[in-house]
C-alpha cells in the first residue's frame, strides 16, 4: 500500500535502524537483512561449488526468475502518464458522478495509452485500433473510462470476442499475424466493415498519441439524483490536432525508432509540454433510442448530428518513475464505475463489464486493486478478503455485513443503481436493426481523396494477401455494399472479379 514504507520507518524509529547498522544506504535481502556482497557467490573455497546455503544468491535469482506477469492478452504494448482532469461544467443535472459537480473541480488521472494485437514490446508503428484507457481517482471511488481512438469496434456481441482476437493474433502454427486468417474471420461478419474500414484509413498508425484523439465507443447511462437516465458517448478530442503516418511513413519511423509513440510522449511531457484532451458528450433521451436507422446501443455506429457538450479538459503532466508498477500493473476496468455513471445494455459493454476483471484477477491477483497504481483516493471499506498478495491492514473481528458492532460499514441505498424497465422473453437473437454498411460508406465519403487513396493501398496491401478467392471476393462486396466507389477501386487494386463483387453485394442483407 501506498506509504508503507514510511510507517515501517516510524513504528521501528530511524534511530534503531541507524544503530543496527543498516543505513538508508545499506543493500538488504528482501527480509530487511543487510547484504555482505552483492558480487561474488560464496564457493567452497577457490575452485569449488557454488554453496546453496548462499540465501542471499538464491533469493536474487528466484526473484529475478518471477519479474515477468502474463502480458495482456489483448492491449498489451502500452504508455502511460499522469495528469489532472478538470470538469468544465456542473453537469448534477445529468449526473450524480461527484467529479462533474461543478466547474473547475479537479480530479487526478492516470492514462496508458496501447497498441491492440501486437505483443509487449512490438513496434509502436503497427497498424491497430489504439486504446486510450483513463483512470479517475474521483472522490466516489475509481472511474476507469477504457476506450480507443476510433469512435468504433469490430463486432457487437462480446461472444465473437475471442474468436475475432485469435483470427488477429498470429497464427497458431508460425506465430506470424496472417490477413488469410481475419479476412476468413470477417467474410463472416459483415458489422466489421465499418471499423475495418476505420482501422485501414491512415487513423490505423497514429504519428503521436498525443495527437490521437479517444472515444469510449459504447453508450453509457448517467443518472441524475432524481433518477433520470440520459444515454451518452464520451469523446476525447485532442488539443494538440490529429495526425497520423501514412503507409510509407510508419516504414520509416519504424526503422529508425519504434518506440516511437512512448518517447515521443515521454520527451513532450519532460520538457513541460503538457498534452491535452478536451472531454465531449453526446447525450441521448432513453425515449430516442428506437427513432434512429440504426441501434444506437450497437458499439459499430457512432451517433451522426447529435451535438457535442464539452465538459472538461484533461492535462498530462507526469511521466511515471517506475513503468512496471504503474502501466503494467494498472488495472483498467470498464466495471470500475461510480454513482451517476452506469452501463448501457450494449451487448459488448456488457460482456467487458466482466472480462477486464476476470482477466486482472488473472494477471495481476486477488489484491490488485490495493496496489499503489490501482488504490482509490477514498478509503475502501468492504469484506472482500484474504487472498494472494493481501498487504495486510485488517483490524477487528468483524469480516462480515451487516452487524450491529459500532463502526462496522453499512450500504446506503441513495448509491442503488437504477432501476430499468424491461419486456419480452429471454433470447438469443441478432439486433433488429443491424444496418451493417451504411455508416462505413458515410465515413469513407468523409475522407479527402487523398485520404481515400491511403485507405485503398493500405487495405488492398492486406486483402491482396488473401489467397481464398471467395473470402477476397465476399469482403471486397462489403466493402461494394457500403459505397459503389469504394468497393470498385479495391477490387480493381486486388485485381478481383468485379461482377461477382456486384452480385455478391445486391445478395446482402443489411
Ligand atoms: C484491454 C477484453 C472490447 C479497449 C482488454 C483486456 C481484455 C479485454 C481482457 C486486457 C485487460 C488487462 O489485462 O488489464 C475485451 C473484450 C471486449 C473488448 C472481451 C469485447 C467484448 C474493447 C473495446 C474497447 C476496448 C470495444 C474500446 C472501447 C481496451 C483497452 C484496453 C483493453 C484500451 C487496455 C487497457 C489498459 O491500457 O490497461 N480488453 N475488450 N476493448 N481493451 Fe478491451
Redesign the pocket.
Known amino acids: 500500500p501506498r506509504g508503507f514504507a514510511v510507517s515501517q520507518l516510524s513504528v521501528l524509529g530511524l534511530a534503531t535502524l541507524l544503530a543496527s547498522g543498516v543505513s538508508a544506504q545499506t543493500l538488504t535481502r528482501d527480509n530487511g537483512s543487510p547484504v555482505g556482497d552483492n558480487q561474488n557467490s560464496q564457493t567452497a573455497g577457490a575452485r569449488g561449488p557454488v554453496l546453496l546455503q548462499d540465501t542471499q544468491l538464491i533469493e536474487k535469482l528466484q526473484r529475478f526468475d518471477r519479474e515477468r506477469i ?7 504494448r ?1 504508455t ?1 502518464a499522469f495528469g489532472e482532469f478538470v470538469a468544465s461544467e456542473n453537469l448534477s443535472g445529468l449526473t450524480r458522478a461527484s467529479l462533474f459537480a461543478a466547474a473547475g473541480k479537479k480530479t487526478p488521472v492516470f492514462v ?3 497498441t ?1 494485437v501486437h505483443p509487449s514490446g512490438s513496434p509502436e508503428t503497427l497498424r491497430d ?5 483513463t483512470k479517475f481517482y474521483t472522490d466516489q471511488g475509481n472511474w ?1 473510462l ?3 481512438n ?1 469512435p ?4 457487437r ?6 474468436d475475432m ?1 485469435h483470427a488477429f493474433k498470429p497464427s497458431p502454427v508460425g506465430n506470424v499475424q496472417d490477413p488469410n486468417r481475419y479476412f476468413d474471420f470477417f467474410s463472416h461478419v459483415p458489422e466489421g466493415t465499418h471499423m475495418l474500414t476505420r482501422v485501414y484509413s491512415d487513423q490505423g498508425i497514429p504519428a503521436s498519441y498525443r495527437m490521437m484523439d479517444g ?4 453508450a453509457y447511462k448517467m443518472v441524475n439524483s432524481h433518477d433520470e437516465v440520459r444515454y451518452v458517448k464520451f469523446h476525447w478530442k485532442s488539443r494538440q490536432g490529429e495526425k497520423n503516418l501514412t503507409r510509407a511513413e510508419a516504414a520509416k519511423v519504424q526503422a529508425e525508432d519504434f518506440n516511437n509513440l512512448t518517447n515521443d510522449l515521454y520527451a513532450a511531457i519532460r520538457r513541460g509540454d503538457f498534452p491535452k484532451w478536451d472531454l465531449y458528450l453526446q447525450i441521448m433521451k432513453p425515449e430516442d433510442l428506437d427513432k434512429f436507422p440504426f441501434d444506437p446501443l450497437d ?1 459499430t455506429k457512432v451517433w451522426p448530428g447529435i451535438a457535442e457538450t464539452k465538459v472538461g479538459t484533461m492535462t498530462l503532466n507526469k511521466v511515471p518513475d517506475n513503468f512496471f508498477e504503474t ?1 503494467e500493473m ?5 466495471s470500475h464505475l461510480v454513482p451517476g455513471i452506469e452501463p448501457s445494455e450494449d ?6 463489464l ?3 476483471a ?3 484477477l ?3 491477483g486477488a489484491n490488485h486493486q490495493l496496489m499503489p497504481i490501482n488504490q482509490p483516493l477514498v478509503k475502501v471499506d468492504n469484506y472482500n478478503s484474504n487472498g494472494a498478495g493481501n498487504p495486510g491492514k485488517r483490524t477487528g473481528d468483524v469480516n462480515y455485513q451487516p452487524s450491529r458492532q459500532a463502526g462496522s460499514a453499512v450500504d446506503d441505498s441513495q448509491h442503488k443503481y437504477v432501476a430499468t424497465p424491461l419486456a419480452g422473453n429471454t433470447q438469443q437473437a441478432a439486433i433488429a436493426k443491424t444496418d451493417n454498411f451504411t455508416q462505413a460508406g458515410s465515413f469513407y465519403r468523409s475522407l479527402s481523396k487523398q485520404h481515400r487513396e491511403n485507405l485503398i493501398g493500405n487495405l488492398a496491401a492486406d486483402l491482396g494477401q488473401v489467397k481464398n478467392a471467395e473470402i477476397r471476393q465476399i469482403m471486397l462486396s462489403h466493402f461494394y455494399k457500403a459505397d459503389t466507389e469504394y468497393g470498385t477501386r479495391l477490387t480493381a487494386a486486388v485485381k478481383g472479379d468485379l461482377t461477382d463483387v456486384q452480385q455478391r453485394a445486391k445478395a446482402l442483407v443489411d
Open positions: 502474463p502480458e495482456r492478452v489483448v492491449h498489451a502500452g502511460g496508458r495509452f496501447s491492440v485500433p489504439h486504446g486510450f484507457a476507469d477504457v476506450g480507443n476510433l468504433i469496434f469490430f463486432i456481441d462480446a461472444i465473437k470476442f475471442p482476437v472515444n469510449g465507443v459504447h458499439a502501466t494498472v488495472a483498467m476496468a470498464p451487448r459488448m459493454l456488457q460482456g467487458r466482466f472480462s477486464y476476470d482477466t486482472q488473472h494477471r495481476l
